[in-house]
């Protein structure tokens, strides 16, 4: 384990190497980088470490590599830039259908509890920094009456923890599933986060979650993580079932309805 977390460390060290080397000189998008070789040696780390290092910051979408035409900087993605992925034709019925939803939280609680343990592991002071802005530009939006900003500043607190977990494919994962996660919480805030009752629950999930991973602690970061999506499965499940009985009464005749 502790070669491990050495490599991922170097790697991390490389990709901020990187980011100084972009900054420095200037490079905008679609600027090349030197070659592999020299830039290895520049750096004085290993091939295998630098390819580590542009494959996270490809990852994040600072770089792409093109298959014999070496690596070049593109404009950083943002949380809120759709990623076509697999999911793109289905997501019209994902949007349409919200028992879907908990197709998505149960894909979620899969996914969500890796990259909360990894991220408690890896996290670097970068990583840190951007959980603490996201989970603040999330409370702050609360207030704002602004549903799809909250959507998107939710969304980005969770992408902000896989990012920190360091796993290209979880990453990747996540972010393939962005357009469908953010479709999930902005269905879910419609009917959790209008009540203190399960607004202020939501809000302690989410700072666990923060703070397990500030502290190191995967165990407690994936529970955390898992908690938090058992919580809105069966708050959407509660809420669901009293509107649907709110709608069977509304169509009994009015002597009935005063009994129920």
């Not at 259908?97 to 990894?118: I, K, M, Q, S």
């Not at 479709?183 to 979650?209: D, G």
């Not at 994936?222 to 709110?246: G, N, Q």
Request: proline residues 5%; hydrophobic residues 40%; without cysteine.
């Amino acid at each position: 384990m502790k070669t491990t977390r050495t490599s991922e460390r170097l790697s991390d060290r490389v990709a901020a190497e990187l980011r100084q080397l972009i900054s420095q000189r200037g490079l905008q998008a679609g600027d090349r980088l030197p070659a592999e070789r020299a830039l290895a040696l520049e750096l004085g780390v290993s091939r295998t470490a630098l390819r580590e290092a542009i494959a996270q910051l490809s990852a994040q979408g600072l770089l792409a590599a093109r298959v014999g035409g070496g690596t070049f900087v593109q404009a950083a993605r943002t949380p809120t830039q759709r990623v076509v992925g697999p999911l793109e034709p289905f997501l019209p019925l994902f949007q349409g259908d919200p028992e879907y939803r908990f197709d998505v939280l149960e894909t979620r609680y899969a996914l969500e509890g890796a990259t909360a343990w990894h991220a408690a592991l890896r996290a670097t002071d970068d990583d840190r920094a951007r959980i603490r802005e996201a989970f603040d530009t999330m409370m702050a939006a609360h207030g704002k009456n602004d549903p799809a900003g909250e959507a998107v500043a939710d969304a980005a607190f969770h992408l902000s923890i896989a990012e920190a977990s360091h796993n290209l494919v979880l990453l990747q994962v996540m972010r393939g599933l962005f357009d469908l996660l953010q479709t999930n919480i902005s269905q879910s805030r419609e009917k959790l986060y209008v009540s203190p009752r399960t607004f202020n629950p939501l809000s302690a999930q989410h700072r666990e979650m923060m703070d397990a991973i500030l502290a190191g602690d995967p165990e407690r970061a994936s529970a955390a993580a898992h908690a938090h999506l058992v919580f809105v499965h069966d708050s959407l499940r509660t809420l669901d079932e009293d509107e649907a009985r709110r709608a069977r009464a509304s169509r009994l005749p009015p002597a009935e309805r005063e009994r129920t």
